[in-house]
Nanobody, 114 residues
Framework: QVQLVESGGGLVQPGGSLRLSCAAS??????MGWYRQAPGKQRELVAGITSGGSTNYADSVKGRFTISKDNAVNTAYLQMNSLKPEDTAVYYC??????????WGQGTQVTVSS
């Protein structure tokens, strides 16, 4: 059974930091990523990482967010620093397989507010 379990969301003040985790099981992963969806907006890519370690980021988070992956435990992380109110959203983890399938986590709420 394929599972993506996210953790680490919460409420943080502007300028603060959070670290999200996404633990995958039941699949062999080609790439993982983080998306987010704010109320009334479309889901958007935040960051992605391949099994080889190549990364890409949305322009809005470059220099503030860092995606990483521990292949030994099939877990991806999103370190979010200098958080802004506009980063408030539900953050979703995804995993792509070499067979072309994509799986999603259940989402974790990140709220940036004073």
């Amino acid at each position: 059974q394929v599972q993506l379990v996210e953790s680490g969301g919460g409420l943080v003040q502007p300028g603060g930091s959070l670290r999200l985790s996404c633990a995958a099981s039941g699949i062999i992963i080609k790439a993982m990523g983080w998306y987010r969806q704010a109320p009334g907006k479309q889901r958007e890519l935040v960051a992605g990482i391949t099994s080889g370690g190549s990364t890409n980021y949305a322009d809005s988070v470059k220099g503030r967010f860092t995606i990483s992956k521990d292949n030994a435990v099939n877990t991806a992380y999103l370190q979010m620093n200098s958080l802004k109110p506009e980063d408030t959203a539900v953050y979703y983890c995804n995993a792509d397989t070499f067979g072309g399938r994509r799986y999603w986590g259940q989402g974790t709420q990140v709220t940036v507010s004073s």
